[in-house]
């Protein structure tokens, strides 16, 4: 960086006010009279005009130069806007590594589709592309992969990164998503069709699952400053900052980073019942992405069991773990529901996550019961590929999910990423869902209220909130005057906490989902999870610790460091008040 501090940070004399010329000119004389006792150096004098005075309005105009090279060194100052040498900062900020250039990558997820369930790997070589020019490449944890691993249907993960699972998404097709990333220059939306440089015969599909994040800064300086002191906060390894700081890096649109380590109150990885320190240091990292929510519907296979009552039973093998599922409705030509009722079970992959602490992470297997409104109102087909005859019928499944959670997970939960000894599980936070949040108002006279934008706003709030900045009431309060009204009288709400998709868990662990068989007693042997219930406004941010009071404990934490909020637009409604 060759640049002139004179050129950059030196004013112009005529910029400097008289009080400032006065003030260093008695400087000036303070330091040269001492050494010339016998030489006056007052104004109007021959020394005093040509000398002292001309040395003053230097020293101000230093003074002035250095104050603006501090203020730039001070990224605090640089992050609220306050800048003087662009270049200069420009070029400070590349020893933090905050380049925008290595900022514009762009990240999302691919759908790839396959004729067939079967495992299988994707190469780090493959391309896909938009209708555009940008060209895609595989996201990887580690950068010298030669592949991704995908797990056929049905099969657990196994913790490995770069490793995702294939989930049946009709009779004949199976899909899974896989994160990429590129330098955009034209944006993709969900549901764009895409093309891949490598395409194998099972290949049937490819799509954009989600809104891709650009990644492009403002092109402003005061993000890369913030990006820099992000950074330089975190350079001691396995901080609560450098987990924070490594997701903001590939996800700068994250809405949620909140590392528990061991010794917080919500860190419940210890043995049940047990004082005992930790023996390996643990951080759970609940995170939240911009995606949040994403409603996905997805169709999967139940086989009938006429020795539970009559019941469709099986695993839900869907892309993404669900935050909450909408409805579960047979594939078939209808007019009205065939389903009675469903019941979702949870169960755990991992026996190391007992409770409930396996819920909303990738180790998190769940299970469907459906019991239709009358059995003969749901056609079944036959199967014959296991040796016998068994029949089963296709269900879709609607549901809300994070679908970069798995992604953050691959990437957190690698071992290069991860700090020596320490056990790291990535996992979206239990869910705060409001089925009504009322809002009582005065209305200014002569005034137009915007409610529609207001319930918007209040819509988008929820679904954005998440630690460090929690539910704030009176956010609401500046939505509401802000589209018009006078005051906020009131806020009422009711709801739940919910730290599963799930309404029952598996009292037993089951490392292998296939163990469970569909004619098992699911309901002897699972237990209901609880739903902390949501009756006051103060309860939206809760400080609740579940263990349970006899075995097995759930053991789950729902507080301002763990939760997400959500309420759908039409539950969120306005009562004007004179």
């Known amino acids: 960086m060759n640049l002139s501090f004179t050129d950059e940070y030196f004013p112009d004399i005529e910029a400097l006010t008289a009080p400032t010329m006065a003030t260093s000119r008695d400087a000036v ?18 020394t005093g005009d040509l000398v002292v005075s001309v040395l003053g309005a230097y020293r101000a105009a230093a003074e002035e130069a250095n104050s603006r090279l501090m203020s730039d060194l001070n990224l605090e100052n640089v992050a609220n806007g306050i800048i003087y040498s662009c270049a200069f900062v420009r070029g400070y900020l590349g020893n933090y590594a905050a380049h925008d250039v290595e900022n514009l990558r762009a990240t999302g997820l691919v759908r790839l589709t396959y004729s067939s369930p079967s495992a299988r790997t994707i190469p780090f070589a493959i391309r896909f592309r938009f209708g555009n020019t940008d060209d895609y490449s595989l996201a990887v944890s580690d950068s010298e992969s030669e592949s991704i691993r995908v797990l056929a249907a049905g099969v657990p993960h196994d913790g490995r990164p770069d490793t995702y699972q294939l989930a049946q998404t009709s009779s004949t097709t199976w899909a899974v998503d896989v994160p990429v990333t590129s330098n955009m220059t034209s944006p993709v939306a969900r549901g764009s069709a895409g093309s891949a440089t490598i395409v194998p015969a099972e290949l049937v599909g490819i799509v954009a699952s989600v809104d891709f994040q650009s990644g492009v800064p403002t092109a402003s300086l005061m993000d890369l400053a913030r990006m820099a002191r992000r950074t330089a906060y975190s350079l001691t390894s396995g901080s609560r900052a450098s987990t924070a700081a490594l997701i903001l890096r590939h996800w700068p649109e994250t809405a949620m980073v909140s590392p528990v380590v061991t010794g917080d109150p ?154 020596p000894g320490v056990s790291v599980l990535v996992k979206s936070g239990p869910l705060v869902l409001l089925s009504n949040l009322n809002i009582s108002y005065t209305k200014k006279q002569g005034v137009r209220t915007t409610l529609s934008v207001a319930r918007k706003q209040i819509y988008d709030y929820l679904r954005a909130a998440g630690y460090p900045d929690v539910f704030r009431q009176t956010a609401l309060h500046d939505i509401m005057v802000d589209s018009g009204v006078e005051r906020v009288t009131a806020v009422t709400c009711a709801g739940g906490i919910h730290v599963s998709a799930a309404s029952r868990r598996m009292v037993d662990v089951f490392t292998d989902a296939s163990a469970m068989a569909v004619t098992a007693d699911w309901h002897g042997q699972s237990v209901a999870v609880s739903v902390p219930s949501i009756t006051d406004v103060a309860d939206i941010v809760p400080h609740l610790f579940l263990e349970g009071e006899d075995d097995p404990v759930e053991q789950w934490a729902a507080t301002g460091r763990t939760v997400r909020y959500h309420a759908d637009a039409d539950s969120i409604t306005f009562t004007e008040v004179q």
Request: hydrophobic share 40%; proline share 8%.
């Open 29 to 46: 004389v303070r330091t040269l009279q001492p050494a010339m006792p016998d030489i006056d150096l007052a104004p109007g004098t021959p």
């Open 266 to 419: 919500e860190m419940l990885r210890a043995p049940v019942n047990s004082a005992m320190v930790m023996q390996r240091p643990a951080v759970d990292v609940y995170v939240r992405s911009a995606r949040d929510m994403q409603r996905e519907s997805q169709v999967v296979r139940l086989e009938w069991v006429p020795s539970r009552g009559g019941v469709f039973r099986g695993p839900l093998n869907l892309i993404h773990n669900p935050s909450r599922i909408i409805s579960i409705e047979w594939s078939g030509a209808t007019s009205v529901s065939a389903v009675g009722e469903f019941t979702v079970f949870t169960n755990t992959v991992r026996r190391d996550l007992y409770g409930n602490q396996h819920c909303g992470t990738r180790y998190e297997a769940l299970f469907a019961e459906v019991v239709p409104k009358i059995p003969d109102t749901i056609s079944r087909s036959n199967d014959m590929s296991g040796g016998g005859l068994s029949q089963y019928a296709m269900f879709t499944v609607v549901y809300d999910a994070d679908p970069l959670v798995s992604t953050m997970a691959s990437t957190l939960e690698a071992p290069d990423n991860v700090p």
